[in-house]
């Protein structure tokens, strides 16, 4: 017993003193309780197969699928139209939405899914996503109190009052507790989240960047005013031929920038998939191909009616004359004084077959040339607007004696999302919030997950399996399933059971109303270290005898245990989705305890007066 108390209080300290990695701090001292023999090694390594550690590393997937494919943005720039750009309306509509889907869906599952919204919502309106990730993970836990399936601890209880020979508790019978809980916390971490966490991190992403973005450069470079499309029909004669072959530079003065068409992959299932080309010269030309086209309108007319060419107009087609980026990006290259390239023309440097880009503008002083590029004369101090596939614009930085690549062109590619994949990822994610919504379909909650974040992979969610394993947080997953086994640990060595019965005990000769919150703190205090499934699972039999000892309704007191073990906000790792922000908002160890800890005190407090009026002794 003593073993496995100092190993506890160990990991609480460096956990709090915050220099050593968390997930580090959980593996020593799992391998601390190995070591002595307090745990075999089965149990030490059954929380790496525990179903909430699965379903979180598939909640990752799917909650970077929704990120990936531009759903996020999509979804949050929808909630900022209700928010505007006041921060008090975007935390209070985090609050409402997690709670309205928390009741529902499993909290893990909630938080998982709100992150990327919630990031993409604060970067809009440039607000610091620190403040509102903790609160939505706080909300979800919260939320979780209304619906009998909203956290574990909830079936918990219920079981143990059937097993008891009591009714057991109603769908919604937890409502009117977890809407006292939604707006009391409410309140509480409007002024906690503003005074301790909007500070914390700094922003990433798009807006934390100086650089200028995809979209800027095209329009500050002006390409889309000339830039036309283009389908090839099936009849026309271009069908088959190479690119090279048309010689449409020196014929026409034109330039095919990129070739698009649509496909279905047959290593992607559920939907086609968009494939982006440049326009190399041996590119062949097929049916239905959809050309990008630099030049004058005029001529591009020619051009279109002599091949049996169908030209869309601005607003025609599948989307206005603008450039997406999926599989090629641009960027700007900066030539050196000492450059090699200086004083000859675009078309003698090569810059297609040499690095397999295209030169689509020079910016010249503050002018920008489009027209005639090929025969420009390149001068020292130019800037080039490049494009290409984004690995051959990213080894233009090899040649750092020639130019210097202004940003990071692969960093830029992981920010592109492929929206035109939103749709199937909005498909599979709410087929799987279904799933784990509806009893009568026969499919357990972490099988929905590992099947959605398949799915996501399988569709094209993510443009291949390392994307998909970069979205898992490592960290977060070794620390609950490290921490997982420490629950065995306490109750193997009795040291659970004797902190439980010692505490319920000396308060059992008072009154009802003394007991109830000795049994709320002592769960919310033993949450803070051990899982609030576990605890709720030691302390739930006991709350049980307690109430029958002293002959009242044994209902509030479960309520009190599963109030204790789900509103447990003072530590990263007591409950999943306190740990699933920990990263994603920067927070810290003391974080947790400056908003975690007067929340969980003041719900705590606030509950036990009101127990008894919702549910009499």
């Known amino acids: 017993m003593i073993e496995t108390i ?87 509509l985090v609050m409402l939405v997690t709670s309205m889907m928390g009741a529902f869906v499993s909290n893990t599952g909630t938080v998982a899914i709100m992150i990327p919204i919630v990031v993409s919502m604060a970067m809009s309106v440039k607000m610091n996503p620190s403040r509102l990730l903790m609160p939505l993970a706080f909300a979800s836990s919260m939320s979780g109190m209304m619906t009998l399936i909203g956290t574990p601890p909830n079936l918990v209880i219920n079981e143990e009052l059937v097993k008891n020979g009591f009714d057991g508790l109603g769908f919604f019978t937890f409502l009117p507790v977890g809407l006292i809980c939604i707006a009391v916390g ?5 002024p906690l989240s503003k005074r301790f966490l909007s500070a914390q991190g700094s922003l990433s992403g798009a807006s934390a960047s100086s650089g200028k973005s995809l979209k800027q450069l095209v329009k500050e ?4 005013n000339s830039l036309h499309r283009v389908r090839i029909k099936a009849g026309s004669s271009v069908v088959g031929k190479m690119i090279g072959e048309l010689d449409i530079r020196k014929n026409y003065s034109l330039n095919i920038i990129e070739v698009r068409h649509v496909e279905r992959s047959q290593r992607k299932l559920l939907s086609k998939n968009m494939v982006q080309q440049a326009a190399d010269s041996d590119t062949v030309l097929r049916a239905d191909d959809i050309l990008y086209i630099s030049g004058n309108a005029d001529i591009v007319k020619v051009f279109a009616d002599k091949y049996k060419l169908e030209l869309f107009a601005d607003n025609e087609g599948n989307g206005k004359n603008a450039l997406d980026f999926y599989d090629i990006g641009v960027a700007e290259i900066v030539l050196m004084s000492s450059s090699t390239v200086v004083n000859k023309t675009i078309r003698e440097v090569e810059f297609r077959s040499k690095y397999n880009v295209s030169v689509l503008g020079i910016c010249r002083k503050n002018k920008y040339i489009l027209q005639g590029i090929a025969d420009e004369t390149i001068r020292t101090g130019d800037v080039l607007l490049v494009q290409g596939a984004w690995n051959n614009i990213a080894n233009l930085e090899k040649e750092d004696n020639e130019w210097i690549v202004v940003g990071r062109p692969l960093e830029e590619a992981a920010k592109v999302t492929l929206d035109y994949k ?16 509806f009893d009568f379909v026969p499919v357990a909650p972490v099988t929905a997950v590992m099947l959605a974040g398949l799915l996501m992979v399988l569709s094209g969610c993510f443009r291949n399996v390392e994307a998909a394993y970069k979205t898992i947080n490592w960290e977060s997953i070794v620390l609950i399933a490290a921490m997982m086994p420490m629950s065995m640990a306490l109750e193997k060595t ?3 059971s004797w902190i439980s019965n010692a505490l319920v005990s000396s308060l059992g000769s008072y009154s009802p109303l003394l007991l109830m919150a000795g049994i709320y703190f002592t769960t919310s205090f033993m949450t803070m270290f051990i899982s609030n499934t576990a605890t709720a699972v030691l302390m739930a039999p006991i709350a049980m005898s307690s109430a029958m ?12 245990v599963t109030l204790g073990a789900s509103l447990c906000f003072a530590s990263p790792f007591s409950t999943p989705p306190n740990a699933l922000v920990m990263p994603a908002g920067q927070y810290r160890f003391s974080d947790y305890v400056k908003v975690g800890l007067p929340l969980q005190v003041i719900l705590g407090i606030v509950m036990i007066l009101l127990l008894p009026l919702i549910f009499p002794f």
């Open 422 to 437: 939103a749709p199937v990822a909005a498909l599979i994610m709410f087929a799987m919030i279904a799933v784990m919504v």
């Open 186 to 190: 409410t309140l509480i971490l409007l």
């Open 549 to 560: 000892q002293v002959g009242v309704s044994p209902v509030p007191f479960l309520f009190a």
């Open 221 to 224: 470079y002006g390409i889309a």
């Open 6 to 92: 100092v190993v506890l209080l160990l990991s609480v300290v460096f956990f709090i003193n915050g220099r050593i990695r968390s997930d580090i701090v959980a593996l020593c001292a799992l391998v601390a309780l190995l070591l002595m023999g307090i745990l075999t090694p089965e149990e030490a390594l059954s929380g790496f197969s525990n179903s909430v550690v699965i379903m979180m590393i598939g909640l990752f997937v799917v909650g970077g699928a929704i990120f990936q494919t531009g759903l996020a943005k999509m979804i949050s720039s929808k909630l900022m139209k209700l928010a505007g750009h006041s921060e008090t309306k975007l935390f209070l």
């Open 494 to 496: 009795g040291v659970s």
